[in-house]
């Protein structure tokens, strides 16, 4: 069966300190992946989507950044963190023909 | 573009029906629906893949008006496990989701 993994679930970082979100999937090859943002009693923001090795579509022009070095792999970065970018983080992973989305667990970043 | 959802928020007592909104100003080509509980990741539905579709999930149902660019959740008999937020997604034809901003649905006893 197919998971996903999300890691660190929580975290607490000064301003403009570095950021990496990693995230995994197993059970299944060449999925779409995505990294979506809920800030606080807020809606969920795609960020970036990715349908390949490689291939970044980014959504909101900002200080962060995606990358995917492995089929099943989606990493969120970022150099320096802003206040604004506190929130809940989820990796999700779709099927390419349904488009269906599978949640991580979510990474919940406090920025101060 | 992001869908946009309707009421914002639902609150009922148990066993009474509920009927979420999700319309569209684009072009549909998929709608999925997800509930997502106070703290968790959100966890998927259903997903309606043509015009008129209908499915249904335990006693929550939904239905997909192509022409209308438009979904609705229905929540039958409501239990308190419903209580949640409850998305709408919108795709458009390409790969990428875009989610409306959120139904809070608090089912009292």
């Known amino acids: 069966s197919q998971t996903i993994h999300q890691w660190p679930a929580t975290l607490v970082q000064p301003v403009g300190s570095p950021l990496s979100l990693e995230c995994t999937v197993e059970?299944?090859?060449?999925?779409?992946l995505y990294w979506y943002r809920q800030a606080a009693g807020r809606g969920l923001q795609l960020l970036f989507y990715s349908v390949g090795i490689g291939q970044i579509s980014s959504e909101v022009p900002q200080n962060l950044s995606a990358s995917r070095p492995q089929d099943r792999q989606f990493i969120l970065s970022s150099k320096k963190l802003l206040l604004s970018d506190s929130g809940f983080y989820l990796c999700?992973?779709?099927?390419?023909?349904?488009?269906?989305?599978?949640f991580g667990e979510g990474s919940r970043l406090t920025v101060l | 573009q992001q869908p946009v959802q309707s009421p914002q928020a639902v609150i009922l007592r148990e066993g009474e029906d509920a009927v979420i909104n999700c319309s569209s100003s684009?072009?549909?080509?998929?709608v999925h629906w997800y509930r997502q509980k106070h703290g968790e990741a959100p966890v998927f539905l259903m997903i309606l893949l043509k015009g008129g579709e209908q499915k249904g999930h335990d006693k929550i149902s939904a239905s997909f008006n192509e022409k209308k660019q438009q979904s609705s959740l229905y929540l039958t008999a409501s239990q308190l496990s419903y209580s949640g937020t409850y998305f709408c997604g919108s795709q458009g034809g390409s790969e990428k989701l875009v989610f409306g901003k959120g139904t809070k649905l608090t089912v009292n006893p």
């Open positions: 684009k072009a549909l080509y998929s």
């Open positions: 059970g299944t090859s060449n999925p779409n």
């Open positions: 999700a992973w779709s099927v390419q023909t349904t488009g269906e989305l599978f």
